[in-house]
């Protein structure tokens, strides 16, 4: 199990420590081997009553026992910050042992004896709780997960596919008349905003995200949104900013007024369409309304909330607010199966009555169901346990409900799982949570055990998985082979984790506008400092050196001007700074003397370089500089032997001997034109490298550069044996010819990424067997090339960008890419020259297309025969239409083509196509002479002109008319 947990804090990780000092050979530690033996022992029996209270729910805790557990939890840390310094001071000063025991001796109040005593007095209440604790309680094997959990595919599919939607059809056309432009007269274009009101967990985001999808296409520009309970209202003005512009946009330094003015001006003339969603008071939303102003083109504004009140005051008429209902018994059954089953009709025969009986405590809540059909699927499939279930839950209102299911999903949880939910708390509402990011703080703060040699990683991202199958938190971004990269906490859960991690004083948050004095009028000690206010320096401007001694972790989500002297942190695991621009040097002075510091992200903040003496580090196992100014790396960094991630700048010189850094599994980004030869040998005496990124970021001939290094990098890259992910991508008009003729060998990569070569090269081939994930820019694919390719039997990911613009007609047949799940062709100067041959791809989901439409008109007579409707299960086609050079009608023709291919497939196709154009490109007025809110034109391939159409194919003839009014920049007339 994890050695730190919000139930029992640190006390595995004392024993632990405790016990290494038994089998510590030196002098010192010797003498104080008798003194150790009893707080270990005493230890073992406070570990084994202390588990089993806190398996128990907390109602049936009474306060003594709850008192006894808050106490010897932050004693347990407290114990632990005096293991540690004196571990890190025990180097330098022998014979300190003595002084150790006596400090940790005075915090156990009566010493072992004291404890006993506690224990006895404890234990038949304890006899009693694991009576009732049965109810849910598994074998105790459940309490650790080792083994690789997958994501289920039951879950996944609730959130990505929106043919697994229940109950949603008819709300969603209800909507959507509404909202539509074709329902209103003529003279009355003016804004209209909707809103959505109902009690929460009744899924009141997923039908606005659907309708808000499905109208997207119809208007110029759009906003997606999240308010919530606690707004920054300058974070969420950026944010429609950003949406509506398609350009990030950072508010540091911002003022409401600024952004108010950027986004009225930008919206000028334009028909937008804007969802906001959560919203809880009627002055936020006043604030937001004023800087969508109406300018009678037929702009909509969406809104969510659980407060009819607020729902009448966003939406100027009644007939514009839309109650939405619980599900009906049909669809509470449909969601109820689906989830445990797999369909609506899976449910065995002895577990139907009781199945009618839960889904009516359920009240016809999505969440509700969602969240318990979750547990029932970790319960045996035995009447007598889902009984046990139906009476957990109560006879109260349906709100009540909702929250007791909440409450017994979490009980329901073991250990280490409610530990690592517990700290989602630190993230603001509506945040999306990426997964490696979120992996390695659990690792940081010691929730994720040292097991059978499995890669801590490994077990995070099992514990991240069944955290998704239990729909404690929900997918944000799936991926092509079902893995979750992001994910966020329903705003109830979020509440139910918040008020649970206050209470056991697990992770202290700091809200917008919230009193800062309550965190140091607070009897316990802050541990963990999540801060989503800029009130955080007066907060810790008011702590004492004790009081920061004790934090474990400090996360802004905010603007930060800085921070207090890093040495009075001296407990500090994860110090993520991510984003604070304010943060320059002087602010990580002392940085070095963080000595149990695991986690530092400083990327994009205005940090040029790192203090000489950052080998003090010794446990740090991420460092994060992307973003920063940060130019070269200090030569001591090499002696970071526990260093697992290196994540930099493209431009960052290394040390040569980074050979040292044996404990490296992520390295990105290394630039071969910034670094020696010699540093390019050593690249090979990291063995546990399982991430390398390569670029050549030099203005100079690459050819030639690149075959300098060529033998020395091919030599480092076949002796890395555990490499899964290779990428190497110079920069544009840079070549990779010098590595068409080596020989690579890599037996576990899964990922593989290489950029700007002439041709497929000839290591590229089935031998690599466990390749999913390939992406190559090539100047020209021919026929055998991608026959070759075929023949990789996982690959579940095909990206090919063709850059010369003389490819031939490409054939794709029946026999290979068998197991292809998505993939991109990109014909970045030349029209679409691809034909899929009937069964070809037969796995293949999603389809991305790019290609001028010129070329293609003129060399391969427009798409209509390329066999599109052949990918057999293809339910997603994704067109990029380069207009550079055409003409409308050749633009209009090719899109027509598309849509018809796109109608004669057999399945219900989503159709995606969008307007691009190199050559001529939108000035927008309100971007002009503006510095901070560039041009679209600025990054032309990244930002489409217009979208011209997101539409379902079964909706064509409705798509057809509003085609008519969608003008055409980039296409002359």
């Given at each position: 199990?994890?050695?730190?947990?919000?139930?029992?804090?640190?006390?595995?990780?004392?024993?632990?420590?405790?016990?290494?000092?038994?089998?510590?050979?030196?002098?010192?530690?010797?003498?104080?081997?008798?003194?150790?033996?009893?707080?270990?022992?005493?230890?073992?029996?406070?570990?084994?009553?202390?588990?089993?209270?806190?398996?128990?729910?907390?109602?049936?805790?009474?306060?003594?026992?709850?008192?006894?557990?808050?106490?010897?939890?932050?004693?347990?840390?407290?114990?632990?910050?005096?293991?540690?310094?004196?571990?890190?001071?025990?180097?330098?000063?022998?014979?300190?042992?003595?002084?150790?025991?006596?400090?940790?001796?005075?915090?156990?109040?009566?010493?072992?004896?004291?404890?006993?005593?506690?224990?006895?007095?404890?234990?038949?209440?304890?006899?009693?709780?694991?009576?009732?604790?049965?109810?849910?309680?598994?074998?105790?094997?459940?309490?650790?997960?080792?083994?690789?959990?997958?994501?289920?595919?039951?879950?996944?599919?609730?959130?990505?596919?929106?043919?697994?939607?229940?109950?949603?059809?008819?709300?969603?056309?209800?909507?959507?008349?509404?909202?539509?432009?074709?329902?209103?007269?003529?003279?009355?274009?003016?804004?209209v905003v909707v809103s959505i009101v109902g009690p929460g967990g009744l899924g009141k985001t997923t039908l606005a995200n659907q309708v808000y999808h499905h109208l997207k296409p119809e208007f110029d520009c759009s906003a997606f949104v999240s308010?919530?309970?606690?707004?920054?209202?300058?974070?969420?003005?950026?944010?429609?900013?950003?949406?509506?512009?398609?350009?990030?946009?950072?508010?540091?330094?911002?003022?409401?007024?600024?952004?108010?003015?950027?986004?009225?001006?930008?919206?000028?003339?334009?028909?937008?369409?804007?969802?906001?969603?959560?919203?809880?008071?009627?002055?936020?939303?006043?604030?937001?309304?004023?800087?969508?102003?109406?300018?009678?083109?037929?702009?909509?504004?969406?809104?969510?909330?659980?407060?009819?009140?607020?729902?009448?005051?966003?939406?100027?008429?009644?007939?514009?607010?839309?109650?939405?209902?619980?599900?009906?018994?049909?669809?509470?059954?449909?969601?109820?199966?689906?989830?445990?089953?797999?369909?609506?009709?899976?449910?065995?025969?002895?577990?139907?009555?009781?199945?009618?009986?839960?889904?009516?405590?359920?009240?016809?809540?999505?969440?509700?169901?969602?969240?318990?059909?979750?547990?029932?699927?970790?319960?045996?499939?035995?009447?007598?346990?889902?009984?046990?279930?139906?009476?957990?839950?109560?006879?109260?209102?349906?709100?009540?409900?909702?929250?007791?299911?909440?409450?017994?999903?979490?009980?329901?949880?073991?250990?280490?799982?409610?530990?690592?939910?517990?700290?989602?708390?630190?993230?603001?509402?509506?945040?999306?949570?990426?997964?490696?990011?979120?992996?390695?703080?659990?690792?940081?703060?010691?929730?994720?055990?040292?097991?059978?040699?499995?890669?801590?990683?490994?077990?995070?991202?099992?514990?991240?998985?069944?955290?998704?199958?239990?729909?404690?938190?929900?997918?944000?971004?799936?991926?092509?082979?079902?893995?979750?990269?992001?994910?966020?906490?329903?705003?109830?859960?979020?509440?139910?984790?918040?008020?649970?991690?206050?209470?056991?004083?697990?992770?202290?948050?700091?809200?917008?506008?919230?009193?800062?004095?309550?965190?140091?009028?607070?009897?316990?000690?802050?541990?963990?400092?999540?801060?989503?206010?800029?009130?955080?320096?007066?907060?810790?401007e008011r702590m004492s050196r004790d009081d920061l001694s004790h934090i474990r972790s400090i996360i802004p989500f905010d603007y930060v001007k800085g921070i207090p002297h890093l040495g009075d942190f001296q407990a500090l695991r994860v110090l993520?700074?991510?984003?604070?621009?304010?943060?320059?040097?002087?602010?990580?002075?002392?940085?070095?003397?963080?000595?149990?510091?695991?986690?530092?992200?400083?990327?994009?903040?205005?940090?040029?370089?790192?203090?000489?003496?950052?080998?003090?580090?010794?446990?740090?196992?991420?460092?994060?500089?992307?973003?920063?100014?940060?130019?070269?790396?200090?030569?001591?960094?090499?002696?970071?032997?526990?260093?697992?991630?290196?994540?930099?700048?493209?431009?960052?010189?290394?040390?040569?001997?980074?050979?040292?850094?044996?404990?490296?599994?992520?390295?990105?980004?290394?630039?071969?034109?910034?670094?020696?030869?010699?540093?390019?040998?050593?690249?090979?005496?990291?063995?546990?490298?399982?991430?390398?990124?390569?670029?050549?970021?030099?203005?100079?001939?690459?050819?030639d550069e690149v075959r300098k290094y060529t033998d020395s990098l091919v030599s480092s890259l076949n002796k890395l044996v555990n490499l899964e992910s290779l990428k190497i991508d110079p920069e544009e008009g840079c070549s990779l010819d010098s590595?068409?003729?080596?020989?690579?060998?890599?037996?576990?990569?899964?990922?593989?990424?290489?950029?700007?070569?002439?041709?497929?090269?000839?290591?590229?081939?089935?031998?690599?067997?466990?390749?999913?994930?390939?992406?190559?820019?090539?100047?020209?694919?021919?026929?055998?090339?991608?026959?070759?390719?075929?023949?990789?039997?996982?690959?579940?990911?095909?990206?090919?960008?063709?850059?010369?613009?003389?490819?031939?007609?490409?054939?794709?047949?029946?026999?290979?890419?068998?197991?292809?799940?998505?993939?991109?062709?990109?014909?970045?100067?030349?029209?679409?020259?691809?034909?899929?041959?009937?069964?070809?791809?037969?796995?293949?989901?999603?389809?991305?297309?790019?290609?001028?439409?010129?070329?293609?008109?003129?060399?391969?007579?427009?798409?209509?025969?390329?066999?599109?409707?052949?990918?057999?299960?293809?339910?997603?086609?994704?067109?990029?239409?380069?207009?550079?050079?055409?003409?409308?009608?050749?633009?209009?023709?090719?899109?027509?083509?598309?849509?018809?291919?796109?109608?004669?497939?057999?399945?219900?196709?989503?159709?995606?196509?969008?307007?691009?154009?190199?050559?001529?490109?939108?000035?927008?007025?309100?971007?002009?002479?503006?510095?901070?809110?560039?041009?679209?034109?600025?990054?032309?391939?990244?930002?489409?002109?217009?979208?011209?159409?997101?539409?379902?194919?079964?909706?064509?003839?409705?798509?057809?008319?509003?085609?008519?009014?969608?003008?055409?920049?980039?296409?002359?007339?």
């Amino acid at each position: 199990m994890a050695e730190v947990s919000a139930a029992m804090g640190s006390i595995r990780s004392v024993r632990k420590k405790l016990a290494a000092l038994l089998s510590d050979e030196r002098k010192d530690f010797i003498r104080v081997r008798s003194k150790v033996k009893p707080l270990i022992d005493a230890l073992e029996s406070v570990h084994a009553c202390f588990e089993k209270l806190s398996l128990e729910d907390e109602k049936n805790l009474d306060a003594l026992q709850e008192a006894w557990m808050m106490d010897l939890r932050e004693l347990s840390y407290d114990m632990e910050d005096s293991l540690d310094r004196f571990l890190v001071k025990s180097a330098a000063e022998p014979g300190s042992c003595k002084k150790l025991f006596k400090i940790l001796l005075t915090k156990i109040k009566g010493s072992t004896n004291g404890i006993v005593k506690v224990i006895q007095d404890i234990k038949m209440p304890v006899e009693e709780l694991n009576e009732r604790m049965n109810r849910f309680k598994l074998s105790d094997d459940r309490h650790v997960t080792y083994d690789p959990i997958k994501i289920d595919s039951r879950v996944t599919a609730l959130y990505v596919d929106a043919s697994h939607l229940v109950g949603l059809d008819g709300p969603k056309l209800e909507l959507i008349k509404m909202l539509r432009i074709e329902d209103e007269p003529e003279p009355s274009k003016k804004l209209v905003v909707v809103s959505i009101v109902g009690p929460g967990g009744l899924g009141k985001t997923t039908l606005a995200n659907q309708v808000y999808h499905h109208l997207k296409p119809e208007f110029d520009c759009s906003a997606f949104v999240s308010v919530g309970q606690n707004p920054d209202v300058l974070r969420i003005l950026g944010n429609i900013l950003s949406g509506l512009t398609h350009q990030p946009y950072a508010t540091t330094g911002s003022t409401v007024q600024v952004l108010v003015e950027k986004t009225r001006r930008f919206i000028a003339d334009k028909r937008y369409l804007v969802l906001l969603d959560d919203i809880w008071n009627a002055t936020d939303w006043e604030m937001l309304r004023y800087s969508l102003p109406d300018d009678h083109s037929g702009s909509r504004i969406i809104t969510t909330t659980r407060i009819v009140d607020v729902a009448r005051y966003c939406s100027d008429t009644e007939g514009h607010i839309y109650k939405m209902d619980p599900l009906s018994d049909l669809d509470s059954q449909r969601l109820f199966f689906t989830r445990i089953f797999g369909s609506d009709d899976g449910c065995p025969t002895h577990l139907k009555r009781i199945s009618m009986d839960i889904l009516k405590r359920c009240g016809g809540l999505p969440l509700a169901i969602l969240t318990l059909a979750s547990t029932l699927a970790n319960v045996p499939m035995l009447a007598e346990k889902w009984k046990q279930v139906h009476n957990s839950i109560g006879l109260e209102t349906p709100g009540e409900n909702m929250n007791r299911i909440l409450s017994l999903s979490f009980h329901d949880l073991p250990i280490h799982l409610k530990t690592c939910l517990l700290y989602l708390s630190i993230f603001p509402e509506d945040y999306v949570i990426e997964r490696e990011q979120l992996v390695w703080r659990w690792i940081a703060e010691g929730f994720i055990p040292e097991t059978r040699g499995i890669p801590l990683e490994r077990v995070g991202s099992a514990y991240f998985n069944e955290l998704i199958n239990r729909s404690m938190i929900q997918p944000a971004d799936v991926q092509y082979d079902g893995t979750v990269q992001s994910c966020r906490v329903h705003d109830m859960i979020l509440e139910l984790i918040v008020s649970i991690s206050t209470k056991i004083n697990f992770v202290a948050v700091l809200h917008k506008d919230q009193d800062e004095t309550r965190f140091t009028d607070y009897k316990t000690k802050v541990r963990r400092l999540a801060h989503q206010s800029n009130c955080i320096e007066k907060l810790l401007e008011r702590m004492s050196r004790d009081d920061l001694s004790h934090i474990r972790s400090i996360i802004p989500f905010d603007y930060v001007k800085g921070i207090p002297h890093l040495g009075d942190f001296q407990a500090l695991r994860v110090l993520d700074l991510g984003s604070c621009r304010s943060i320059e040097n002087h602010h990580i002075e002392n940085l070095e003397i963080l000595y149990q510091l695991k986690y530092l992200d400083l990327s994009r903040t205005s940090i040029s370089e790192l203090p000489m003496q950052i080998d003090n580090l010794r446990y740090l196992e991420t460092l994060d500089l992307r973003g920063c100014a940060i130019e070269k790396l200090p030569a001591s960094i090499v002696r970071l032997q526990n260093m697992q991630r290196l994540l930099v700048n493209r431009s960052v010189k290394f040390p040569d001997e980074i050979g040292h850094m044996q404990a490296l599994q992520m390295l990105l980004f290394v630039s071969m034109s910034c670094n020696s030869i010699k540093f390019v040998e050593e690249l090979r005496k990291l063995i546990k490298m399982r991430v390398l990124n390569i670029t050549f970021s030099k203005p100079v001939d690459m050819v030639d550069e690149v075959r300098k290094y060529t033998d020395s990098l091919v030599s480092s890259l076949n002796k890395l044996v555990n490499l899964e992910s290779l990428k190497i991508d110079p920069e544009e008009g840079c070549s990779l010819d010098s590595l068409m003729g080596v020989y690579l060998t890599f037996g576990c990569l899964k990922k593989l990424v290489i950029g700007y070569i002439s041709r497929i090269p000839k290591w590229i081939n089935p031998s690599m067997y466990n390749l999913v994930h390939l992406e190559l820019k090539v100047d020209i694919v021919r026929e055998e090339d991608l026959h070759s390719l075929e023949l990789l039997r996982c690959l579940l990911y095909l990206q090919l960008e063709m850059t010369d613009g003389s490819s031939k007609m490409l054939t794709v047949g029946s026999k290979g890419f068998r197991c292809l799940r998505e993939s991109q062709f990109i014909w970045k100067n030349d029209g679409m020259g691809l034909v899929f041959l009937e069964g070809a791809m037969p796995e293949l989901r999603t389809l991305h297309l790019y290609f001028r439409t010129h070329e293609t008109t003129a060399n391969y007579s427009g798409v209509d025969g390329s066999g599109i409707d052949n990918l057999s299960r293809l339910n997603k086609l994704c067109v990029d239409v380069d207009c550079s050079g055409s003409t409308r009608e050749e633009v209009e023709a090719v899109e027509d083509s598309i849509r018809k291919a796109a109608d004669r497939h057999r399945t219900k196709l989503t159709l995606e196509i969008q307007r691009w154009c190199e050559a001529c490109m939108i000035e927008e007025e309100a971007h002009e002479g503006n510095a901070e809110f560039p041009s679209r034109s600025v990054n032309r391939r990244a930002n489409p002109v217009r979208v011209a159409f997101r539409v379902r194919a079964d909706r064509r003839n409705r798509n057809r008319t509003r085609r008519n009014r969608i003008t055409a920049p980039c296409a002359s007339t």
